[in-house]
Nanobody, 122 residues
């Protein structure tokens, strides 16, 4: 499965962005998916994950209440709506997919995108 992220860009603090991740295969519908980010000089960190049918979601404490993960299995996409952005949200955001949510959360997912840059100015 190939994953391609889009929607990154430059936004002022307090603004919003919506990231999308498009999968190349319909089998994506049976996979859990998630978002990670890696800021300058930092390790890649978990942001959010969603089950194959969208019924279960998890968020990092740092984004809870501001970010929302969703998916559209008819379009083979998963999205991340990011509101109330802060400068510390600046990072490259990566999409990931796997059959297991725990594997995604522990950065062991089988499939990764190339990332999209999000920059939040103060």
């Amino acid at each position: 499965v190939q994953l391609v992220e889009s929607g990154g860009g430059l936004v002022q603090a307090g603004g919003s962005l919506r990231l999308s991740c498009a999968a190349s295969e319909r089998t994506f519908r049976s996979y859990a998916a998630g978002w990670f980010r890696q800021g300058p000089g930092k390790e890649r960190e978990f942001v959010a994950t969603i089950s194959w049918n969208g019924g279960v979601t998890y968020y990092a404490d740092s984004v809870k209440g501001r970010f929302t993960i969703s998916r559209d299995n008819a379009k083979n996409t998963v999205s991340l709506q990011m509101n109330s952005l802060k400068p510390e949200d600046t990072a490259v955001y990566y999409c990931a997919a796997d059959t297991s949510i725990p594997r995604i959360q522990t950065r062991l997912a089988d499939y990764w995108g190339q990332g999209t840059q999000v920059t939040v100015s103060s």
